[in-house]
């Protein structure tokens, strides 16, 4: 099949834009055959794990900033983290995804390094560990690649600088210079490196949006995770109402990112991500049959779910990862794909990237 790494940013534009309701579906098909094509019917999951919500930063749009103070501050021990990875060995999952707020202290770089190479040691080296813990220094990145974590997940947000602005402090704390640094960094260090932007953001406009997906595509990214900004009341963004997009129109609006984006990079890996799920309840089997083939089952323990709210509406604040799981198998099921079990599920543009270097 004929790919289209080649799109112009207006004919971007024009397939971001479409509303009618067959020409939509007949853009989805079109990615999701390309994803059958090249990557098969296949799924892959990682153990999403939101370790702690202890937080230096404001973003706006974030439930759990720092200056957030109904929020319940926790950080899960290395025990309970083995514990969920051991469960998730259980279940034949290759991989977990460290998911917390940013600290930056020698403390916490220092314990990520040993959480690594205790998990590394729990699993044989078999495990595919990702990080999604913020921006670090370079040194930073560079000793935790070296402690055996593979992939990084760092979202651009958005790659448009004066948005990027107005959803951020003005501070030294939150800068668009450091954030393209730091993505910059990850990749130097050999990360697999992952970004992503929030869509339907008060102010983004779709000529934003296809420029995100060019920054994608320019910087060569492996995998991608976006989904639709949501509101959280406990932050200024939601403030913001007057430029609100209907919820309805940024899901189906993400589906559209996630099928030019497969159009565009059809090997990376791309997650069809909770906040689909968090407009509607099967949100994320739509966005895989767009053409994303990633899915991020959350596994953190129960106890600690509601405490790690980016923005409301989360799905399963109640359900243990076993059922979790469960209900996700029998989604995949039903729209006729397969988990891949004996695969670490390593991005393939990352692989031919390696192949010809
Ligand atoms: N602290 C780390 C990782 C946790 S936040 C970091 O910031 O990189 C992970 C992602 O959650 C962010 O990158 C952002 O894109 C997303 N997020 C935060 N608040 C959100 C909201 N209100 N709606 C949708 N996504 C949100
Ligand atoms: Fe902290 Fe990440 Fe939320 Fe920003 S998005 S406030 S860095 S958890």
Known sequence: ?????????????????????????????????????????????????????????????????????????????????????????????????????ERTDEEFVKRISVLISKIKKATDDSFRITLSVGEQTAETYQRWFNAGAQRYLLRIETSDEKLYRSIHPNDGLHSFETRMKCLESIQQAGFQTGTGVM???????????????????????????MGPYLEHAQTPLNNWKESRMPLLERFELSLRMIAVLRMLMP????????????????????????????????????????????????????????????????SIHKIEEQVVYHDNGDSRYFLNRQINH
């Open 199 to 225: 869509i339907g953001l008060p102010g983004q406009t779709m000529e934003n949006l296809a420029d995100d997906l060019l920054f994608i595509q320019r910087k060569g990214i492996d995998m991608v995770g």
């Open 1 to 101: 099949m004929k790919t289209e790494t080649e799109l112009t940013k207006q004919k971007i534009i024009r397939l971001l834009s479409l509303t009618d309701k067959e020409e939509q579906q007949s853009l989805f098909k079109r990615a999701y055959a390309l994803k059958v094509d090249l990557l098969g019917r296949k799924v892959n999951l990682r153990g999403l794990i939101e370790f702690s919500n202890q937080c230096r930063k404001n973003c706006l749009y974030c439930g759990i900033r720092n200056e957030n103070s109904n929020v319940r501050r926790y950080a899960m021990t290395d025990e309970e983290i083995l514990g969920v990875v051991a469960f998730a060995r259980s279940k034949e999952l290759t991989g977990v995804v460290l998911q917390s707020g």
């Open 267 to 330: 090997t990376i890996n791309i997650a069809s991500t909770t906040a689909l799920q968090s407009i509607i309840p099967t949100g994320r089997e739509f966005g895989l049959r767009a053409g994303a083939n990633v899915l991020m089952p959350n596994l953190t323990p129960v106890k600690y779910r509601k405490s790690y709210l980016l923005y409301e509406n989360k799905p399963s604040l109640e359900l243990e990862a076993d059922e979790t799981l469960e209900n996700l198998l029998q």
